[in-house]
């Protein structure tokens, strides 16, 4: 019995057992199921975020990105745009006259383009007006208070010269023909008629038109504004055409005065009808129209002109000692006469100028027209203010009216060689890279004993030199260096026999100085 229940006992012992294990094993298997089942869910949760992510936060950052992104651009772009348009400033120019965009200002503007200019309007910050018509009339409150910078094209009273009527019949009598205002010089005209009764006669008035050869008695001397001029009877002719010849001539300064003249080359036009025989019931044999004949239609010229490529000057000069004569004659007379007409009206133009505040803004360019007879002497026809510039009519001229253009601005200091955004002065030591004191003073010998300002001379010397000195001094200088194809007739070349007793305190101040820097360097003595 006890060995049944020991193998009773043993039997229901490892049933036990094997319950246990079993109950454990269930367990175990229950336990992993549910980690499997865990990480399934855990699994399937991510996959969904990562989707979440994918389809719906990511494209609301990167959207949010792009937009940041092109704000961002476009802020920087702004700023960007700004600079450009601070460092991109440009000198401004307006323009006073009748009709100025229709074309016969174009290359005006061509040139003040070129140089950097940008168009504005009276209204703008500028810094020149480029007038067609006298501006001082209209314009006198706005030009009476022009800041240093600001530069006009016109010099106030300059009708004094370029006034028909009262240029023929100023007293100069080596370089204009004998001529007579009517109705006022009626009685010397009818002398003069019956002292020389070969000669003959026109009438002319400030519009230039109808003109003709008249005989006395047929002349009106009545008419107001008009004058009575002697015609020239004997001209210089180039295959049988009279003409007549356009300088270029430029008033820098009237008080002292400086006056420049076009070297780089002269217009000439032509009659389109052969002087002989002589008719003058035919003014085309005679007056020079609107359709003259250009140079590059007169034969004896066109070769040098045309298929040589020489100036009008150069071609005509080349003619002219083919013809046994000294053309240079001409050129001299032509800077006689138009420094003697100059200065016979400068105390005329002077007074006029000194209405204005600031004398030192205006410069006028002219074009002083001549007939030349044929012993090459000089007669002063008219002064055009605001000369013809347009190549509308003679395409050719381009070249010609865009170079004069390029050399007046120049000379004037409107074409500068230092970039700006405006004409005004920015700072001194920039000045004075282009002009300093050492360029200015002149007479070493007499400013080293110099020990009085009030001596003549020794204003010249830098502890006498005013504010007023220094400037006048300054553009001077500036000018001279400037010049390129312009040359100064006044102050007139320095020679040791010069005579300054004529000219007014200033203009002997400024010749004394040309001769200090002759002394010093022989290019300013011409």
Known sequence: MTVKKRLVSATSNEDEEVFEKRGKNSDSKKNEDTAVGTTVLNTKLRTIFKLFILGIVGPVILYTLYHLSSSLQKHFAKIEI????????????????RNPDSGY?????????????????NESDWDLLWAHDYPFRSLYSSLNALAPHQKVNHVPGCGYITNKVDLSTSELARHLPAAFKIPEDKKALLKYVAD?????????????RGIQILNVSDIDLAS?????????????LVDGFKFDIGVYTVVTSVDPLRVYVYKGDILFRFCPVKYYPFDPENIDKYVVGDDYLPIWDVPSLKNYYANLGFSMKDSFDSYVRAQGKDPQKVWDNVNDAIRDVILSKESLIKDVVKRFKNQHNFFEMMRFDFAIDDELNVFVMEANMSPNLSSAHYPPNQLLYEQVLFNLFGLVGIGQRVRKESLRIRNQKEEEMQVADKNLVVLPEVCAKCDDCFRVECQLCKPCFTDETRHILSTSYREHQNAMDFQR?????????????????????LVRWYQGKCELDPTWCG
């Open 224 to 236: 107001e504004g008009s004058f009575v001029q002697e015609f020239i009877e004997n001209p210089f």
């Open 196 to 208: 020389n009764p070969a000669k003959s006669f026109v009438q002319k008035s400030n519009a230039h």
């Open 82 to 97: 700004k600079e450009v348009l601070i460092k991109d400033r440009k000198p401004i120019y307006w323009v006073y006259g």
């Open 489 to 509: 007739i006044f102050p007139p070349p320095i020679t040791k026999t010069m005579v300054l007793k004529d000219y007014t305190l200033k203009n002997q101040l």
């Open 105 to 121: 200002l174009k290359h005006v503007f061509a040139v003040l383009d070129r140089l950097g200019f940008e168009r504005g309007t």
